[in-house]
């Protein structure tokens, strides 16, 4: 079935320094692909999508490449910071049903 | 600033009673989703709904949950009778539907979180 898979949390990194969070999916048909993320006490929010082979989607910082060779979607920064600490969720959606399927979501710590 | 709300925003209530939780989703959006997130689980789908009808509840434990869409602006999430393990957060979200929508995201509310002693 289609599924989305991220890496275990949580990642701890200290400010300034480089994020890569993977994300790889299985899918029966050709999706788009979502970045979400969740800060304390909050519902999900929308980081960044893509929606064809090749697009790059980006906000605040963050990017992601929709990569159909290899089925995936990295979440990709070049300096975190203190306030990016949530959790970060990757989806796909299929036109075919409407349905969104979540990754386990990854929790980030950036130490100041 | 277009959201979707969610009522109420905590909830706590015994083992054994009825609990409705309610979603106003994004005037506009015909389709609505809701999701239960634990710790040892994540994010799980429990049932969506595309112009108020069920397209999937597959995820919903059958015997005591219940969803529906008595109309476009009101969607609900029952439990009855309650129990322990279904303490989690409950949260709905909304798109607009339909396959020349797919690349629109989701909207989703701040949740309601449920504890049940």
């Known amino acids: 079935g289609d599924s989305v898979t991220q890496m275990e949390g949580p990642v701890t990194l200290s400010e300034e320094a480089f994020l890569t969070i993977n994300c790889t999916y299985t899918?029966?048909?050709?999706?788009?692909l979502f970045w979400y993320v969740q800060y304390p006490g909050e519902g999900l929010q929308l980081l960044l999508k893509a929606t064809k082979a090749d697009d790059k989607g980006s906000n605040k910082g963050f990017e992601a490449t929709y990569r159909k060779e290899t089925t995936s979607f990295h979440l990709e920064k070049g300096s975190v910071q203190v306030s990016d600490s949530a959790v970060y969720f990757c989806?796909?959606?299929?036109?075919?049903?409407?349905?969104?399927?979540f990754g386990k979501g990854t929790r980030l710590h950036i130490l100041p | 600033d277009a959201r979707v709300t969610q009522t109420p925003r905590h909830k706590v209530t015994e083992m054994g009673q009825e609990v409705t939780m309610r979603c106003q989703p994004i005037l506009g959006h015909n389709t609505v989703f809701w999701y239960r997130q634990t710790m040892m689980q994540g994010l799980e789908l429990l049932a969506y709904f595309r112009n108020r009808a069920p397209l999937d509840d597959s995820g919903m434990p059958k015997d005591r949950f219940s969803a529906e869409m008595p109309d476009a602006t009101l969607a609900t999430l029952k439990i009855q009778p309650s129990e322990p393990r279904d303490s989690a957060v409950y949260f709905c979200?909304?798109?607009?539907?339909?396959?020349?929508?797919?690349?629109?995201?989701?909207?989703f509310g701040q949740g309601t979180r449920l504890t049940v002693v």
């Open positions: 979200a909304s798109v607009r539907g339909g396959g020349s929508s797919m690349n629109t995201e989701a909207f």
């Open positions: 989806a796909l959606r299929l036109g075919r049903d409407d349905k969104i399927i």
């Open positions: 899918a029966t048909g050709y999706p788009s």
